[in-house]
């Protein structure tokens, strides 16, 4: 069973409702609306375009269009909002504090790449307003495809995804 399965019959078990999906052009998104059609979750796609004009974006405009036109979420994240997290960082920094690149670093290295592109978009669409209170399962890859997948605990006081259950890692794979 690939990770995209696992991951939506996971989700089913237990009624997590939304999906999250990292991808670059969209063909990992479409695999994903593919085996989700007739089920009930709320998919978003989170892409990798967020700060080029349309003409430069790797997002295949047709996948775009089939996603949207199913009401699949397909979001871009706003550049301004990674230049004030920077920002923060750089302060916390200087202060001795935890930042989210420190913690980032240390999710990598314990899971892989792969889980730690699934923090990022859950903290993205968290950033967004699209996710709020909620249980999340995020899917995302080292380069392409899906080779990771992880249950996260949103909740509206804390700024963080939380981590609850890794269900495939690309680490597995001799990261």
Known sequence: MNVLENAVNIA???NISTIAVASTTGDTALKLFELAKGSKFQL???????GRVPRERRFKEDIRQILLANH???YTHNPRAIIL???ISAIFEKLGLPTWYEYLRQMREKYGP?????HII???LIEGNILRDERVMAIAGKKSGADSAAVFLVEPRNKRPILEKVI???????E
Do not use: L, P, W
């Open 72 to 74: 699949v979420t397909v």
């Open 44 to 50: 978003v796609v989170v892409t990798h375009d967020e």
């Open 12 to 14: 089913k078990k237990e």
């Open 114 to 118: 792969g889980i730690k592109v699934c």
């Open 168 to 174: 495939a890692s690309s680490k597995e794979e001799g």
């Open 122 to 124: 859950v903290r993205m």
């Open 85 to 87: 997290r920077k920002i």
